[in-house]
């Protein structure tokens, strides 16, 4: 399930972080498995994530599309030089089947949203907002949706931050 060795450099540096910074993430198993063109994929095995009834724990969907759309702002972020704290800021979940297989997440920024503008706001203001679209796929389709709305602010000390 997972291509470490593929992964750029940045994707292996974060994945590392979150598994030793996020005891959930930790014992779910999560890994990132791709992250290029503005989407980014994260995986985890269905054994560590099951439910009472063999499917795909409800709340490993939300926690492993959520950490996914963190992560893509995240490294964005960072590949903007941008030194900040990343919050889910609000999201709105549904679920759409039962996932009955190792888990799968993409996320990617919505559609409508605007990253030179967010990268913009943050530099002029040290705090920014920006929307971002995650979904859990099986080979049945899309299992589970999130939208969220994630919160850059840049730390102390940062040169980019607002005065």
Known sequence: MHAQATLPAPARALERFILDGIVPARDMQLRILEHHGGMLAM????????????????????????????????????????????????????YLKPVWEDLRAEARL????????????LATRGKARIQVACRVLTGEGVAATLEARFVAIARKGDAHAAQ
């Open 43 to 94: 995986g985890a095995p269905l054994a560590a994530n099951v439910n009472d009834k063999g499917c795909a724990f409800g709340g490993s969907l939300t926690s492993l599309m959520t950490i996914a759309g963190w992560a893509l702002v995240e490294l964005m972020l960072r590949a903007h030089g941008q030194d900040c704290d990343v919050f889910v800021a609000d999201s709105q979940v549904r």
């Open 110 to 121: 919505d559609p409508e949203a605007d990253a030179g503008a967010f990268l913009d706001t």
